[in-house]
């Protein structure tokens, strides 16, 4: 007799690492794998950010502790990886996540943007999972996650350096999955469209390109930060074992056209 199916997405006794934890869709990462048991590991640059998400999450009858990370530094990623390590035990789960925009044409794309973007939202990723994957490779088991987007896929006009960014995740993802899948760590992304957060109230508050993503959308809206909840329990738990190397759109249609 087999389990019950919702003990395969039970993660008492994990713990989490997960980058750019304190605000946006890692707030809502964060707070989806403590929900389903995982102690967290809160990562970010501000510390009262970082008090605030963890007190938020040890409601939740979890351990969850506040860590500065730097991801544009190895030198600060391996300290704070193995400060983590040593404060919370075995990283069982990671979430990248941490990222930057900047949202101008092509031709007027200033070249410290692109490296500041490329450096955080694609390096940044390797750094951290360069740090924490030995440990699960060690133990024969581990789940990465990383946040990719839409316009990974997808082209949109004035993200240059962003889809960029979140097409190379996408591949470092296939990468890592190759390496990594016979000794039991398994590397996914999940590519989010719009979400209800506080880092796009910018173009939230714009009703011309509020009405565009609602029209090219096929559910016709944004997406809810709750809406992304599942999807991160389920790539972080047993139930998803058998899968890797999968980018998984969470766009409501968007790239169905």
């Not at 996540?97 to 949202?103: K, M, P, S």
């Not at 559910?219 to 058998?242: C, N």
């Amino acid at each position: 007799m087999s389990a019950k199916p919702l003990q395969h997405f039970d993660l008492g006794g994990k713990t989490a690492l997960v980058t750019g934890a304190t605000r946006g869709l890692g707030e809502v990462a964060a707070g989806a794998l403590a929900k389903a048991g995982a102690d967290v590991a809160v990562c970010g640059r501000s510390r009262p950010d970082l008090e605030r998400v963890s007190a938020a999450l040890r409601e939740l009858g979890v351990r969850a502790q506040g860590f500065e990370l730097d991801v544009l530094s190895k030198a600060k990623v391996e300290a704070a990886v193995e400060k983590i390590t040593a404060e919370m035990g075995p990283i069982d789960i990671l979430v990248n996540n941490a990222g930057v925009n900047h949202r101008v044409p092509v031709v007027e794309f200033p070249e410290e943007q692109w490296n500041r973007i490329i450096d955080t939202n694609l390096k940044g990723y390797f750094l951290v999972a360069q740090a924490v994957a030995p440990g699960m490779l060690e133990r024969g088991y581990g789940k990465v996650i990383n946040m990719s987007s839409i316009f990974g896929g997808v082209g949109m006009m004035n993200q240059l350096a962003y889809a960029s960014s979140k097409g190379g995740v996408d591949q470092m993802t296939k990468v890592m999955a190759l390496e990594w899948a016979k000794q039991g760590v398994r590397v996914n992304a999940i590519a989010p469209t719009y979400f209800e957060t506080e880092m796009v109230t910018q173009i939230r508050n714009d009703p011309e390109r509020f009405n565009f993503i609602n029209e090219r959308t096929p559910m016709g809206r944004w997406g809810y930060p709750p809406e992304l909840e599942g999807i991160v329990i389920f790539l972080a738990s047993p139930g998803s074992d058998f899968i890797t190397g999968q980018t998984i759109y969470i766009d409501g249609g968007w790239t169905a056209w």
